[in-house]
């Protein structure tokens, strides 16, 4: 009986540890980076938590242009 106890518990511990974002380093903190090509002006965002897809989905994306204007994701 102790033995299916001990089994059970560690199983548990393991799920638990397997699935935690932070443990796998599955999260990141990203910012826009906002530059005016003809002014050289730098804007930065606010920095937001990303994990899974939605940190997959931003690393992703490239350099935005609309007009002057050049918006990247930074990610650290």
């Given at each position: 009986?102790?033995?299916?106890?001990?089994?059970?518990?560690?199983?548990?511990?393991?799920?638990?540890?397997?699935?935690?974002?932070?443990?796998?380093?599955?999260c990141k903190?990203?910012?826009?980076?906002?530059?005016?090509?003809?002014?050289?002006?730098?804007?930065?965002?606010?920095?937001v938590?990303?994990?899974?897809?939605?940190?997959?989905?931003?690393?992703?994306?490239?350099?935005?242009?609309?007009?002057n204007?050049?918006?990247v994701?930074?990610?650290?």
């Open positions: 009986m102790k033995k299916k106890v001990i089994y059970f518990a560690a199983l548990v511990m393991i799920a638990c540890a397997a699935t935690a974002c932070e443990i796998l380093d599955d903190v990203c910012k826009t980076v906002t530059t005016d090509t003809s002014t050289s002006q730098v804007t930065e965002g606010i920095e938590e990303y994990c899974g897809a939605a940190l997959l989905a931003i690393e992703a994306k490239g350099v935005t242009k609309i007009g204007l050049e918006t994701y930074e990610c650290r």
